[in-house]
């Protein structure tokens, strides 16, 4: 047993933190969408330097390097407040990786690793949030291509974005999580049309309005009716990465800085409130490491993940909460630190699943417990 | 220590928990103004500063006055009124007015209670609707303080969407009855965070009884249905904690107000706060986005449960209550 | 809107209270099946005063009195730690007044007014806890008696009680609750054999085994097959005594007076979670005063009753859990009170009603929700 | 302040939480010997003094004596060995042997080990298994001082089930090496809780499987599941936590060890006793017997939950972590 990590991986590490430290003031994990000409050139940065394919294998231009290492990386982008990880490099190029053509690989890979290229994932629908086997969003096969029709909702960043990652319907209306196709459609075609909805942190989610658009069948990835499958692969490849602990360490820190600077160091109820915080943020870390553990051996990890995205959105926001509580109305000054993490922290227990579906996969699958009920 | 009802002076009177008709009326006159007048949209919209017309509208229908002895009303008029506002969402320095119409005496008393003068009322420098308010209270442990700026506020945005104002203030003069004054004040902030959790709960069962996930409404999952149940049942505790409040005080009974508010206000404030997360949960994404259903609501929670004199103070008074009884 | 009491239900509490001076260090509410001799010779006490049958129509030697005079007799005995209210005046009795026959009312009412018979409600099952609509012990008819044979298990009490009142499965075994009848079964009736099962606060429950007991029809209790809408309706009569908001107020006021005498009354933790538990105390007596207030107007109280469930019983266990986390090894000590509280009120959240059937009521029936899932 | 892994010296070998093959051994050793020798009656039956045969063949597995030169193990041993007696509810005075095993010099140190020597740990006058131990460790604040009774100790019962003692103490000498102890200390009662509560909730869970209610088993109610799976969440963080301190400790990394240990002890309260509380619910009225299958576990767990130093002084430990790395 080690918890520690390596030299390699640890010399990895420092110099990740040299290359972030330009990054200090970019706070693009809160505000990609307000500053996302500088999180984009962060990503071409870190593409140069082989970051966004870093566990790619080596015939796809990647470093077919470890867990571990992925997982420092966006660990410390976290941590940093840098950013969060793209989906291009992450779901959308692992499934290319896996299930795409030659011609598939050669067009999209390149521009993805070196962070030209980015994705939105448009697979929510109003009718189809935790749900998503009921989607209806719907490609018709004409020819050789496809015409969609559907509204897609809740896309983050999906205005900055180049092309969606289109989860629809190709087989009949009944036919659930059997009927579906991944499609990569270019966010500026013809049909394609988005509207804003502003959301309490400052940024934005997306609605797409998806109206005859038409999308050749070469961007359809994996077989027709075969999505299912890809999506939930694709979800297990990037465990370790989602959620990263150093969000929830960075959280902590800020916020017991700041309620020193407001002199309340010591108040002995302030002061037990962040021991007992600290300890909440350290569980963070060991469902981090679990994760990461489970998945350098190859195990499934469903469950360890399914805890970590529970425990990880569920302490951002009990910090949150926490300190705007003690701090009284100072900590309800536009700009404070804790005034924008108790809004952005609201969301976290609903994005990326909910914390209800992820404790009915802990319920399940790790204590053999039945029903959705 | 003893919260026993019993050591209190009986009134004659049945009990019963429900408003009289007079107290009905006025809530009912209330939640008429506000949907005819002050709709959710005119609600979202009300952020930054108070609007001063509707405040003024009103104060016509003699609300803010009914502590004054011209509005002959006792604290159960108010919070019979400001439940209604709670449910409504009705913005402004509401619970700060009807303690200024507690503690001030005329002419400025009529003046706040006609509408025509804003009150702020805050500690420590940072002060609700600073650059509107035409008086400023300040308070301080349990007293309450007249004061004024000692230089023009400088404006600041808050979570709740209101503008507040940063400004060193010049003390005046305590002001007496400063004790009934936090009754006041207590009570009316806990009726109103009550109502408007309430008002969250409600809408989001109304949402969670019709969307629709897994093939059934979402309010059929105990872990969406039973996190309302439990928002519906604090709340209702702190929303009749308010009304003891009020009954106490209308009765003369001040020790027993005294608790009952202070208790009504640490109540309120966690009830609310946590029916403010949990209907954000059950909204799920329309419930983040600012055009929503629940933030509008939400941030005035939050921002209302941060007000000073904060939950801290209230526990306090309790704590003062519970061993100083115990000694007796 | 008025919260206090007249004058004339204030000096009955007064004349209760004067009362229970005598049986201060009885703790029969904690220790009813060790010290029955006593809390029988008070409940007789109380029956001479009339007490028992407070709210029983005056034909039947009750008094007509208020759904306060009620609460207030319940609730100081509560808060005196004396007794729980005896099930005999309360449920039995009022099924006996509404559905019984005279003769039935000439020979069941006098004793239980008076105190001296006393019964154990026989509803659950090792099948059939929260959901009784399964429960399978079989009364058959033969002539003029029926032959009773099943199981009978968790009955509070049972080993001092004089009857069961026993609900049990006329119907066919598919019938659920509509094939249920109320029988009354001498507990000393040849082939009831209790089996006794200690419990974590020193007290038992008792398993009851029915062998061919012969129980004749007159000892049946309103129609054959119609007991469910008898047994919601005497439940509905008891909403107002049962958990009874006195019982919290005790055990805060306990555990305030232990803390002190343990030295932590300075301590800035302890004095923050006494007067947080103060206010969940005294959410609870709106609770209690919020039944009561309904029950008065006729209400049925079915929300509020739930409602006040959970919280007493909830709230219980926090006074309890928190006083033994803050007091450290002293508060392990058997025989101090807040280790006694802590076993005593795990039971709470489970008996009379468990807090998840009583969440789903409010879910339910308060805010319009769905089913039982 | 810092929590972060990469400021503590790195050791070159291979990120893996998974016990070696020598201390999944130990683990399956001890656990085989509880499921042989120690079975739940005898755990049920084993209140009072501690089970002296039971405990003299555990010693005699070399289980007690791992931390000492002799047994050549390491905290991580240690560890797993007391995983496998927390599952099977061993009990008798475990931790407070591992801390003297630590904190001792021989000859004593060997009799502890071997079993023939029992030790309580404690302060403030209430000493565990009083009568039984033949060393007596008092912990004040960080340090750990070797005591005798004063007098003969008068037998207290405790929830837990188990005698202690009260009595006055004569101090003899402060131990060396006293944060390395209540390194182990911490982590080995932290690792016992949440194995402890761990199997509470394997067996609800498997209770929930089966037991029916309402036509269909009540594992498939999320208000029973979710409970259970919050209750596992914490429970696996918390063990976790003791292995990252044990790790730490045995790589001679003392303030991370500190640390770790420290959040272990605290988690592992909070989360055993989560689990209790939450199981006995799952149990129903089964689960409040003294035969059933809760009671034992749960007592106990609120026993260890309470033994001093308590969470608090884990508390203060994590608090001069962070603010102490702070001021870096």
């Not at chain 1, 190859?298 to 300190?323: D, F, M, T, W, Y």
């Not at chain 2, 989001?204 to 969307?211: E, I, L």
Request: glycine share 8%.
């Amino acid at each position: 047993m080690n918890f520690a990590f390596g030299r390699e991986e640890e010399a990895f590490r420092h110099e990740v933190r040299a290359f972030l430290a330009d990054y200090r003031d970019l706070d693009g994990f809160f505000r990609q969408g307000r500053v996302w000409p500088r999180v984009k050139a962060m990503f071409q940065a870190m593409g140069e330097r082989g970051w966004l394919s870093l566990a790619w294998p080596r015939e796809h231009g990647g470093s077919d390097a470890s867990a571990v290492m992925e997982f420092l990386l966006w660990d410390e982008v976290a941590y940093a407040r840098a950013a969060r990880n793209p989906l291009a490099a992450g779901i959308v190029a692992r499934t290319l990786i896996r299930h795409g053509s030659a011609e598939q690989h050669a067009r999209w890979l390149p521009p993805i690793r070196s962070g030209h290229l980015h994705f939105s994932l448009a697979y929510s629908e109003p009718e189809a949030g935790s749900d998503l086997a009921s989607l209806r969003t719907r490609a018709s096969r004409q020819g050789e291509r496809y015409v969609v029709n559907g509204r897609k909702i809740w896309q983050s960043y999906a205005q900055d974005m180049d092309c969606l990652w289109l989860l629809c319907r190709t087989g009949s209306s009944e036919s659930r999580g059997r009927g579906l196709s991944l499609l990569i459609v270019d966010i500026d075609a013809p049909g394609v049309q988005l509207t804003p909805h502003p959301t309490l942190d400052g940024e934005q989610l997306n609605e797409v309005l998806l109206e005859d658009v038409e999308v050749p069948v070469e961007n359809r990835v994996g077989p027709e009716d075969g999505a299912w499958a890809l999506m939930s692969e694709a979800l297990a490849d990037e465990r370790h990465i989602q959620f990263p602990p150093g969000r929830v360490r960075r959280d902590l820190e800020e916020m017991n800085a700041w309620v020193r600077e407001q002199g309340l160091a010591d108040d002995p109820h302030v002061v037990r409130r962040m021991a007992d915080l600290a300890v909440r943020v350290l569980e963070v870390e060991m469902h981090g490491l679990r994760v990461l553990d489970a998945m350098q051996k190859g195990l499934p990890a469903v469950v360890e993940a399914a805890a970590n995205k529970v425990a990880h959105s569920v302490v951002c926001q009990e910090i949150a909460r926490a300190v705007v509580d003690l701090a009284g109305p100072e900590a309800l000054v536009e700009g404070v630190r804790p005034s924008l993490l108790w809004r952005q922290s609201l969301w976290e227990t609903i994005g990326g699943g909910t914390s209800e579906v992820m404790r009915g996969v802990v319920a399940r699958k790790g204590l053999g417990l039945g029903g959705r009920a | 220590m003893s919260f026993d009802v019993s050591s209190d002076p009986p009134v004659d009177l049945p009990f019963d928990l429900a408003f009289d008709p007079g107290q009905q009326a006025i809530a009912d006159a209330v939640a008429r103004f506000c949907a005819d007048r002050f709709d959710d949209d005119a609600v979202k919209q009300s952020t930054g500063a108070v609007p001063r017309d509707a405040w003024q509208e009103l104060a016509g229908l003699g609300v803010l006055g009914v502590l004054t002895p011209e509005g002959e009303g006792g604290l159960l008029e108010a919070v019979a009124a400001m439940e209604a506002l709670g449910r409504a969402v009705f913005p402004g320095p509401l619970a700060a007015t009807f303690l200024a119409t507690r503690v001030l005496a005329d002419p400025e008393r009529s003046r706040v209670a006609g509408g025509s003068v804003l009150v702020s009322v805050g500690s420590a420098g940072l002060w609700p609707f600073a650059e509107q308010a035409g008086v400023v209270l300040e308070i301080d442990d349990e007293s309450v303080r007249r004061v004024h700026f000692a230089s023009a506020p400088t404006p600041v945005d808050t979570l709740g969407g209101e503008t507040w104002g940063r400004a060193p203030v010049v003390r005046d003069a305590d002001l007496p009855d400063a004790a009934a004054g936090l009754v006041v004040y207590r009570t009316l902030l806990a009726a109103q965070l009550a109502a408007m959790g309430r008002r969250l709960v409600d809408d989001a069962s109304a949402h969670a009884a019709v969307r629709k996930q897994f093939g059934r409404p979402i309010g059929d999952f105990q872990a969406v249905a039973h996190p309302l149940a439990d928002c519906a049942m604090r709340l209702d505790a702190a929303a009749t904690l308010a009304r003891a409040a009020a009954c106490y005080r209308d009765a003369g009974a001040d020790a027993p107000s005294r608790r009952y508010a202070a208790a009504a206000h640490v109540s309120a404030c966690q009830a609310g706060l946590d029916a403010a997360h949990v209907c954000h949960q059950v909204f799920g994404a329309v419930g983040i986005t600012l055009e929503g259903p629940v933030f509008h609501v939400s941030r005035r929670i939050r921002q209302l449960a941060s007000t000073a004199p904060g939950p801290d103070a209230s526990r306090r008074v309790l704590t003062s209550c519970m061993n100083g009884e115990a000694a007796q």
